[in-house]
């Protein structure tokens, strides 16, 4: 089947559900089939698809956020940036002006507002972004560097490449795990989310939460069941009352963990995983 142009989010309330599982299969599954598909690894703080996919290192890019480097030669102290700054990233003093980076969130409004022109903005690094050529089709990642505080100025940026390089092209977008503020931004521009959960207490847990997040985002989801046959019937039950679509099911299979921890795609030697990623597909080709 044919997939036009869509955004797909791949998410899950918790980590190691399978979200890297299904996103990577799929992605290829996709190309193989004949669509043109461009996976991008949004967990940028541990990014791990690369480790699935055959694929060449196409390039490399910095990638950087805006933040405000202190001039002292105008500046009147007069705190009006710290008055405006809404992170704490900015402390004024009587006699300096104290910056944090890492709690800045470059929204300008220091620079933009100082009355003596003494914020400009400045790029400083964060992290990188790695496009690559797989087999049959396209892969972005991002990687933050070591300390950084905050995910989302790098996966913002990430999903711009994406979009602006390959605006024809079918989106996966592998997201972040839980329900904070990455997750939110790898979701919120996306057609369709998928959530990776599983049939035990925690991750009915988790996927609770996950799905009060996207009811707030307003955005379209559904659940893949994952390792089907563990735990009980809970999380279909949940879904049914709560008239969540359940994508499809994933059998809990002791093979497909061992392809997994062997770095191989999954699909292509297990028949019920292939069968799993056609209802997928199925499913993905019916939303619009």
């Not at 956020?65 to 007069?78: A, D, L």
């Not at 990430?158 to 977008?173: A, H, Q």
């Not at 990776?196 to 996950?210: H, Q, R, V, Y």
């Not at 069941?225 to 009980?232: C, M, S």
Request: proline share 5%; glycine share 6%.
């Amino acid at each position: 089947m044919l997939i036009d142009n869509i955004k797909l989010t791949i998410a899950s309330g918790k980590g190691g559900t399978g979200k890297t599982t299904v996103s990577t299969n799929l992605a290829s599954y996709l190309a193989s089939l004949g669509n043109k598909i461009v996976l991008a690894d949004l967990d940028v703080e541990e990014p791990n698809s690369v480790l699935f996919i055959k694929s060449k290192l196409k390039q490399t890019k910095q990638i950087n956020k805006m933040v405000p480097k202190w001039e002292s030669k105008n500046c009147t102290y007069c705190g009006e940036c710290a008055d405006v700054c809404n992170f704490n990233a900015i402390v004024a003093l009587p006699s300096e002006i104290l910056i944090f980076p890492e709690l800045c969130h470059s929204c300008y409004a220091c620079s933009e507002l100082c009355p003596t022109d003494s914020l400009p903005m400045t790029p400083v690094r964060i992290g990188e972004l790695k496009e690559y050529e797989a087999l049959n089709f396209n892969f972005v990642e991002g990687r933050s560097d070591l300390g950084q505080e905050m995910a989302v100025p790098l996966i913002d940026q990430t999903i711009d490449f994406v979009e602006k390089n390959f605006s024809k092209y079918t989106k996966i977008f592998d997201a972040p795990p839980g329900t904070s503020c990455p997750v939110i931004e790898a979701s919120k521009n996306s057609d369709f989310v998928i959530l990776i959960t599983e049939s035990t207490p925690f991750g009915l847990n988790d996927l609770k939460l996950a799905v009060g997040t996207m009811k707030v985002l307003k955005k379209n989801f559904g659940v893949i069941i994952n390792r089907d046959g563990i735990g009980n019937n809970d999380v279909q039950k949940y879904c049914q009352e709560e008239n969540i679509p359940i994508v499809a099911k994933i059998k809990n299979d002791k093979e497909v963990a061992k392809l997994y921890s062997q770095g191989e795609l999954i699909y292509p030697k297990i028949e019920h995983f292939k069968n799993s990623l056609d209802e997928i597909i199925n499913f993905i080709g019916g939303i619009r």
